[in-house]
């Protein structure tokens, strides 16, 4: 914060630009000042390569999930494809588990999820695509739809990944 690095960080800047995890291989590091940046970073212990999760809240709240490593990029590649929905799942566990120790802080009630958003945020959870949720539950993708935002809205979710964390969390739904 004293130097001014959340304005240079390719990181947080690529990050607070996008609500899908990023490979730190995806953003701009051709500019002096961030390579600088960045051989500073790595002389502190931070990896070559990154993978960073960006958790918004129902409330404008921004965090960044980051896991990162030394190593080639076959591994790394190889490393975040194996893991990709673990880290996003870990990412808003963690960051529900930070909130606690938010000051006055209210604890989240969790509102009731209807029997076919239970069904859907299951079946997503699990690995299914919106196209096989839609053909298992015998609906169209565009009810599918319906139920998911509405799933979205009861757990205070910016996104699918985010509301299926959060149900997870609450044990409304289970795996």
Same mark, same amino acid.
């Given at each position: 914060m004293e130097q001014n690095y959340q304005r240079l960080d390719p990181v947080v800047i690529g990050c607070f630009q996008r609500f899908h995890p990023v490979d730190w291989k995806q953003l701009d590091w051709s500019a002096k000042a961030v390579r600088a940046f960045q051989r500073e970073a790595i002389e502190y212990g931070i990896g070559n390569q990154g993978y960073s999760v960006p958790v918004r809240g129902p409330n404008g709240?921004?965090?960044?999930?980051?896991?990162?490593h030394s190593c080639d990029d076959a591994t790394?590649?190889?490393?975040?494809e194996t893991h990709r929905r673990d880290l996003i799942?870990?990412?808003?566990?963690?960051?529900?588990?930070?909130?606690?120790f938010e000051p006055n802080r209210t604890p989240d009630f969790a509102q009731a999820l209807s029997p076919r958003e239970v069904d859907a945020m299951t079946l997503i959870a699990i690995g299914y695509s919106r196209a096989q949720v839609a053909s298992t539950l015998q609906i169209s993708e565009h009810t599918l739809r319906v139920y998911i935002?509405? &799933?979205?809205?009861?757990?205070?979710?910016?996104?699918?990944?985010?509301?299926? &964390?959060?149900a997870l969390t609450r044990g409304l739904i289970v795996v």
């Open positions: 709240q921004f965090a960044l999930f980051t896991v990162n790394w590649a190889a490393f975040t799942l870990i990412a808003h566990y963690f960051n529900e588990k930070a909130l606690e935002e509405s &799933a979205r809205f009861k757990l205070g979710a910016t996104n699918t990944p985010h509301a299926v &964390a959060r």
